[in-house]
Structure formats: C-alpha cells, structure tokens
C-alpha cells in the first residue's frame, strides 16, 4: 500500500504532501488543480521505474519520498524511499547529486531498524542498483496502473485482428510471439496461454497439432475469463454479457510456425454478438475499467475521471464495483462528479482529498474533523453526499 507522498518540483507539484488510506481514495477538486499531474507522477514513479533507465544517467524528474506499508508475520512494516538532490561544484562546473535514501521500521516505532544510502551519479553502478532492488524486495513489484481517460489507442483483438505466432524450437517447446497492446486482458492472456501451452507441450500429437493448439487456446481464454470473473463483473456492471474469441479465427502452418491469425473479441449485448465498433464510446470505456481492474489481482489502480462518457445511473453501479474491487486494491481516483463521492458511507469521509491551487502550486488537503462532521449529519438525515458536495463549501474551507 502507498501509505504517504512528498513531492518537490514537478510540473504544479512545487511542495505537495499526500496521505493515502488502504482502499478507495477520492481526490476532487478543480481543473487545473493538479490531480491529473499527481496521478501522473505516481504512475511514473512509485512502481520504481527509474531503476530500469540506466542509460538516462538514472536521473530523477524530481525530489520526493515515497512511505509504502507492508505487512510482515503479523508486523506492519513501512519503507521510505526518498530522493534528494544536492547541487555543488566540481573543477568549477556544476554538479547534480542525488541522493537515494531507503529505510525501514515497524509502524508503530518512531526509529527505523535498518537504513541504507545510496549517491547518485559517483556511486552509479549495475552492483549498487542490483543492491537497491534487494533493499526494495517487498515492494519493488508493487504494481501501478493508470486507466486514463483517453481508451488506448492500440486496439489489437478489437478494432483490428491479431495474430500469435507459435514458433517450435524442436517438438517439445514452443515460444509465443504476441502483439504488445493497451489493454491488459489481451497483453496479460498472452502470457497465460504461453503457460498452458507449455504445460500441455507433452500431451498436443504433432500430427493433429493444429486443431489441439486451437482447442488449448479457446479454452485457456475461458479459463483466464474465469479466474479473473470477466464475464460476471462485465454482466453486473455493464451492458454486455459475455465475450469471446471471434468465430473466424484461423489457424495453420506457415515457414515452421503455427500462426494463429484473424483473432479479435465478440461481445454479447443484448442477446446478439457483435463486434468492438458496434459498442457505443460509453460502453467501450466501461469495458476498459472494468477489465483493467479485473486483471490486476493487487498493488495500485489509478484511475482519472471514471464518469466521462457514462450516464449517471451506470456510473453508480461501476462505483459499486470500484468500491468492491478496493477490498483488495489501492484505488485512488481523481473526478468532478458528485456521483463517485455516493460510494462512501458516512465514516469514509477520510478517503477524499482536496485538490487546489494556492501560491502557484498545487496542494492537497484532508478534510477537516468539522467537515467531516457536518458531511456525516448531512448523510444520515437529509441525503447523500453528492448533494452535500454541490451545495455546501466542502471544498472552500481547510
């Protein structure tokens, strides 16, 4: 869990400081205030991708500190990552070090129970990132994902086909070659039917290896689909009902390879199959959110005004899935509808935050024991809190 963020210097983020919760998490506020900029940041950064840039000079966009939690034979752990820069000169030419500070405790203690440091750039080394990684063992999978606005625009298996190759080495091994795309249902299958098909590498009869090959990869998609109830929370939770691989797909042999081509998804709407460009804008993007969430099993989900291009009613039923799926992701989402505040009970009131501009920047406030107070009595006795939010000063007091 992403338990605390400070920023210094990116884009509005001059001097930021946020505080998160285990769950759901609201970040409103208004255009411009930084809450796209802040989901950003996390996304670049808190899935620790600058240890994968050796060759930029492992320079950081900025300072900031990261405080994750853990949990650890029944202890709370929390790791701090914190970069810091430092500016000097060397023969009379100016110098940027950065300075990479990891530490550890139990929650519940003030002093950590082991701290290492790390200077950036004379320390530069494939050993000590190497070193980094293995201090960051608890945390450097933690996965991050941002569901943007904006449908990706690589739309392979839906506005247009893919194609696996199965290239054999010899009779036992086979290596999928699978088109990289946006969404991570398709990207992620890729690696689950390259399993099965290497689990099933001693049973497929190479006389009739086509037709098994077509079976195991029919069936390892209804098998995904299941482990990651697809179709169940894209009944629930949207118009369509089901989905499947489309009934012309191909497969044969060409130069050594099995191609498996003309492959794209069907989509049950209404009782009839149809393809992607037969779904609505409003549709596609609730298939995207909903299977986004779906096919990531822990860690971050990020996700940036889920309510655009949504009618309200469907909107307050895709809340209902993000606050289902929060039980076991870290969901922090950014909005301007009243609506998504409507998935809190009145005791959740800590998980908005408040985005505003003040002396250039942006900042980031929790709402206050008062406010909290006065949202909780608006909810119990007059409604719900979406008409609280548009018609009291939630966001006008600290």
Known sequence: MLKELYIENYKS???????????????????GS??????????????LKPFFVYENNFKFASDYMYIFSYRQEQKKIEVTFEVKSEYTTENDKPKHIQHVHISWKNENDSDPFLATEYTFPDQLSWINLNKILDDLFQIRDFKVNLIEFNIPSSLFWLDRPASFSVNKNNHLYYFLERALDGFSLTFLFGYFFEQ????????IKLENEINNIKSIF????????????????LKLFSPIEEIRIGTNINIYKVDGK??????????????????????????????YLITEMSCQKH??????????????????????????????????????SPVVLDALDPDELDRITIAKIEDGGSKF?????????KGSEYMKEVGE??????????EEDD
Do not use: C
């Open 299 to 336: 860690g971050l989900i990020l996700i940036e005004e889920p309510e655009l291009g949504i009618h309200p009613h469907q909107l307050y039923k895709l809340m209902q899935f993000i606050k289902e799926q929060s039980e076991e992701k870290q969901i922090i989402i950014s909005t301007h």
């Open 196 to 203: 099965k098909l290497y689990e099933e590498k001693n049973s």
């Open 385 to 394: 809190l979406s008409y609280y939010w548009l018609h009291s000063d939630l």
């Open 218 to 233: 029919i069936e390892s998609f209804n098998i995904f689909k299941n482990e990651h109830n697809i179709d169940g929370a």
């Open 258 to 287: 099995i191609l498996i081509d003309n492959l794209t998804l069907e989509f049950k709407v209404n009782d009839s199959w149809i393809p992607w460009n037969y779904l609505s804008d409003g549709t596609k993007r609730l298939f």
């Open 34 to 47: 930084g809450k796209s900029n802040l989901l950003e940041f996390i996304n670049t950064d808190a899935n």
């Open 365 to 373: 406030y929790k709402l206050t024991d008062e406010q909290k107070s």
């Open 13 to 31: 983020l001059k001097n930021v400081t946020v505080q998160f919760k285990d769950g759901l998490n609201i970040i409103i506020g208004k255009n």
